[in-house]
T-cell receptor, first 113, second 112 residues
Framework: NAGVTQTPKFQVLKTGQSMTLQCAQDMNHEYMSWYRQDPGMGLRLIHYSVGAGITDQGEVPNGYNVSRSTTEDFPLRLLSAAPSQTSVYFC????????????FGSGTQLSVL | GENVEQHPSTLSVQEGDSAVIKCTYSDSASNYFPWYKQELGKGPQLIIDIRSNVGEKKDQRIAVTLNKTAKHFSLHITETQPEDSAVYFCAASLRALGKLIFGQGTELSVKP
């Protein structure tokens, strides 16, 4: 199994540009989430979804949009990139129920100039 | 909402020594406390977790303890090895809400 796949691995944007970070999982997990990782700040939750058609905000949602049209995919959209969004982004998924282990992708390193 | 504080931010130990990382959480309703290990260039991976109805859990060289009254939990690594060098994250969640909130991370360095 591929697990959680994130694309691209690296991206450089100019301020004001838009882009979508892709996340796909092949484990039939209902729960999916996006985190950003910054030095000294740990992993901060951006948005999460408990199933297709359902999304909710995390700790730092401003500047990001998400949608969940299928169980497999959970894209993260930056509508107008800002330098403050320079970070490493991780997508993670887990099954619902008692098993709460999160499975992380390998990350997308984003630089906004 | 939940807030998780993690200390220390960096920790250096000699191979064979023990390492302890501590976390505190703010929401007394949180009931699930995992620890993740992140190696360079990779996503975090779960190494051990504990639920609020248990005070301690061990898995070989790693153990986690939970003090619900004080709202803190700790990761203990014994007989450290160079391959234990990584960034470790604690986290807390209220299962019903599904959100996992992480601490700031601890960079552990094990010197041979």
């Amino acid at each position: 199994n591929a697990g959680v796949t994130q694309t691209p691995k690296f991206q450089v944007l100019k301020t004001g540009q838009s882009m979508t970070l892709q996340c796909a999982q092949d484990m039939n997990h209902e729960y999916m989430s996006w985190y950003r990782q910054d030095p000294g700040m740990g992993l901060r939750l951006i948005h999460y979804s408990v199933g297709a058609g359902i999304t909710d905000q995390g700790e730092v949602p401003n500047g990001y949009n998400v949608s969940r049209s299928t169980t497999e995919d959970f894209p993260l959209r930056l509508l107008s990139a800002a330098p403050s969004q320079t970070s490493v982004y991780f997508c993670a998924s887990r099954p619902t129920g008692l098993n709460e282990k999160l499975f992380f992708g390998s990350g997308t390193q984003l630089s906004v100039l | 909402g939940e807030n998780v504080e993690q200390h220390p931010s960096t920790l250096s130990v000699q191979e064979g020594d023990s390492a302890v990382i501590k976390c505190t959480y703010s929401d007394s309703a949180s009931n699930y406390f995992p620890w993740y290990k992140q190696e360079l260039g990779k996503g975090p991976q779960l190494i051990i977790d504990i639920r609020s109805n248990v005070g301690e859990k061990k898995d070989q060289r790693i153990a986690v303890t939970l003090n619900k009254t004080a709202k803190h939990f700790s990761l203990h690594i014994t007989e450290t090895q160079p391959e234990d060098s990584a960034v470790y994250f604690c986290a807390a969640s209220l299962r019903a809400l599904g959100k996992l909130i992480f601490g700031q991370g601890t960079e552990l360095s094990v010197k041979p």
